[in-house]
């Protein structure tokens, strides 16, 4: 089945150790996002890809990055995790003029800062 | 400016009945769409139904139906004939102009309401 996978689905990081959380899809759709999501709170906009065009939100923190090697992989770079880092990540994906530009959702990966 | 609002944090519902979830959007836009996503416990965003602003009838999906209200801003999730399965917290989200200048989007999501389905 095409699905959006997400790896690790749970990393356990030191404060300040650089992390890194995976994201592929084999719905071969062109835009990738990646949220993040505080325990009882919305899922937040980090950034997101258009193809290659890379889309960052205005109070998206400089510590996270992102890339974007081909269509089917998106990498979230933490450089410096903060306890306040702590969170769910949620990768999702669309289609450019599909359906209702529907997002599909991975299982998320949690995200622990000690 | 909030732009989705669910009013009710938490709604307990009775096994086999039929719930209700509100949603309110701001937009300024002539074209949006708005989505309900359904979040268990594992953390999964699983989508559940779709409303654009031009169509005419109310969406459905099996159990999942869409009051959408369009002059009121609303978009009401209703759920029937609830499962203990349906138990998850519920998101309703708006698709927007990203801010590119482009015809790209993004989801704006509410803060969500937990669903808790009695035996």
């Known amino acids: 089945d095409a699905m959006v996978i997400q790896n690790p689905r749970y990393q356990v990081t030191q404060f300040g150790k650089p992390v890194t959380l995976s994201c592929s899809q084999t719905?071969?759709?062109?835009?990738m996002y990646w949220y993040q999501q505080k325990s009882s709170q919305a899922p937040k906009l980090l950034f997101h890809y258009y193809d290659k065009d890379f889309n960052n939100e205005a109070d998206t923190p400089d510590n996270f990055q992102s890339r974007r090697p081909n269509t089917s992989f998106c990498f979230l770079d933490i450089r410096s995790p903060g306890l306040g880092d702590a969170a769910m990540y949620l990768c999702a994906t669309s289609v450019t003029g599909g359906a209702m530009e529907t997002q599909y959702f991975g299982p998320g990966t949690r995200l622990l800062v000690l | 400016a909030q732009k989705i609002t669910q009013t009710q944090p938490g709604m307990f519902v009775q096994e086999k009945e039929a719930v209700t979830l509100d949603c309110t959007y701001d937009t300024s836009d002539p074209s949006y769409g708005l989505f309900w996503y359904k979040q268990p416990s594992s953390g999964e965003m699983i989508f559940l139904i779709y409303?654009?602003?031009?169509?005419?009838q109310n969406a459905t999906e099996g159990r999942y139906s869409l009051n959408f209200q369009k002059a009121r801003k609303s978009a009401n999730l209703v759920i029937s004939a609830s499962q203990l399965g349906d138990s998850a917290m519920y998101f309703c989200a708006m698709r927007e102009p990203d801010g590119s200048g482009g015809s790209n989007y993004k989801l704006t999501f509410g803060k969500g309401t937990l669903l808790t389905v009695n035996p």
């Open positions: 719905l071969n759709h062109n835009v």
């Open positions: 409303q654009g602003s031009y169509d005419q």
